[in-house]
């Protein structure tokens, strides 16, 4: 992900996220949809990830958007029905929250590309418990290690994975020369305190 751009580290030309946070990470999982190697590699782990975590399970639900390709391969990887939630209901037509066949009373796992608070993720989990289904947990491809995205999965009962996450991600981007050692400070301080980083000049 990081040779192909997918993640980009640059704590001292830092990104502006939509919340206002300064970030020196920027993570767009899109881009290894247009890597087929990449791509099926994310696919094999993602399912065999799902499997060892979860057991048997009737059903995949992507996350709009960017959890939806990960979630149809994996669907697809292992012969199970698909569907996705959107992040609110379709404004026409007929106003669906969660799209594809109502299979209610499926035990279901959650696709996610990526997991920052996990406000988007539990909201689409929230939608599949109010119409019936039975939500074994949530799996993503990365996730910023946040101690309130855990804390909130945890509170809403939701189990999660995921196949890489911040500390693995800085821990080799240094030991390869992606980062200087002084990158790596200034990135593991950014973890300590995103929503300050940055505005006080750390």
């Known amino acids: 992900m990081l040779q192909i751009k997918a993640i980009k580290l640059q704590p001292n030309n830092p990104f502006t996220w939509a919340s206002g946070w300064k970030s020196p990470i920027y993570c767009d999982n899109r881009i290894t949809l247009s890597h087929p190697t990449i791509r099926t590699y994310i696919r094999q782990q993602l399912t065999l990830l799902v499997q060892d975590t979860f057991g048997p399970v009737g059903c995949i639900a992507g996350v709009a958007t960017a959890g939806i390709p990960q979630g149809a391969l994996i ?69 910023y290690g946040f101690d309130v995205a855990s804390q909130n999965l945890k509170k809403a009962n939701c189990p999660f994975v995921t196949l890489s996450n911040y500390n693995a991600l800085i821990k080799y981007a240094g030991d390869h020369q992606f980062i200087s050692d002084n990158d790596v400070e200034l990135l593991k301080l950014w973890r300590e305190n995103p929503a300050e980083w940055g505005q006080t000049g750390e």
């Open 75 to 143: 669907a697809q990887e292992l012969g199970l029905p698909f569907i996705y939630v959107r992040s609110k209901p379709k404004d026409h037509g007929t106003g669906n929250l969660i799209e594809g066949d109502v299979l209610t009373g499926k035990r279901v796992v959650v696709i996610e590309d990526l997991i920052s608070t996990g406000k988007s993720s539990l909201q689409a989990v929230e939608a599949l418990r109010s119409a019936g289904y039975d939500v074994a947990g949530l799996a993503a491809i990365f996730s």
